[in-house]
T-cell receptor
Framework: AQKVTQAQTEISVVEKEDVTLDCVYE???????LFWYKQPPSGELVFLIR??????QNEISGRYSWNFQKSTSSFNFTITASQVVDSAVYFC????????????FGAGTRLFVKA | DGGITQSPKYLFRKEGQNVTLSCEQN?????MYWYRQDPGQGLRLIYY???????QKGDIAEGYSVSREKKESFPLTVTSAQKNPTAFYLC?????????????FGPGTRLLVL
């Protein structure tokens, strides 16, 4: 069964638009961690945020915000006033105790921000 | 500067040839990982190592081999048994193989078959 689902394969927006990237996860553990990474065209994955399963507070960092809802098993990522430099592939990931604490990645969402 | 380095950036393999991708980290991390990324797809785990001199197969280990003789190094060999090796390979590390630890990634190696 797929553990992390990013249903949006590609999203295209115009600069300054807000955009939300969806992430739905599946786990039987009560303690787990969720992550978002950004992969720019250069290829290296850049860590953006980590959230544990007991902390449902929304987080805001500049133009980035994250909405974690355990009731719907979702950890969505919103970029406000998008910029061309936000163009990248974004990955959501889950770390759970089963299977040796491995990190499971979603398939990624490719975001195009047009000027 | 602390970080993860991967070399080479691009690697070309001839049929029947084994090639080795290098991954080095100076973050003093215990755990290291190798992922394969195909165009338009997510990351698939090849091998991982939670501690020196120990490693486990991931989801797609066939045709690959690794070693972990030093804490800072986790080289990946793509053997001739791997029939479709063209992909982007990412190495990652984290402090320990525990739940809360974040994985940090190297810049990747793009492997192409001639």
């Amino acid at each position: 069964a797929q553990k992390v689902t990013q249903a949006q394969t590609e999203i295209s927006v115009v600069e300054k638009e807000d955009v939300t990237l969806d992430c739905v996860y599946e786990t039987r553990d009560t303690t787990y961690y969720l992550f978002w990474y950004k992969q720019p065209p250069s290829g290296e994955l850049v860590f953006l945020i980590r959230r544990n399963s007991f902390d449902e507070q929304n987080e805001i960092s500049g133009r980035y915000s994250w909405n974690f809802q355990k009731s719907t098993s979702s950890f969505n990522f919103t970029i406000t006033a998008s910029q061309v430099v936000d163009s990248a592939v974004y990955f959501c990931a889950l770390s759970e105790a089963r299977g040796g604490f491995k990190t499971i990645f979603g398939a990624g969402t490719r975001l195009f921000v047009k000027a | 500067d602390g970080g993860i380095t991967q070399s080479p950036k691009y690697l070309f393999r001839k049929e029947g040839q084994n090639v080795t991708l290098s991954c080095e980290q100076n973050l003093n991390h215990d755990a290291m990982y190798w992922y394969r990324q195909d165009p338009g797809q997510g990351l698939r785990l090849i091998y991982y190592s939670q501690i020196v001199n120990d490693f486990q197969k991931g989801d797609i280990a066939e045709g690959y081999s690794v070693s972990r003789e030093k804490k800072e190094s986790f080289p990946l060999t793509v053997t001739s048994a791997q029939k479709n090796p063209t992909a982007f390979y990412l190495c990652a590390s984290r402090g320990s193989a525990t739940l809360q630890e974040t994985q940090y990634f190297g810049p990747g190696t793009r492997l192409l078959v001639l």
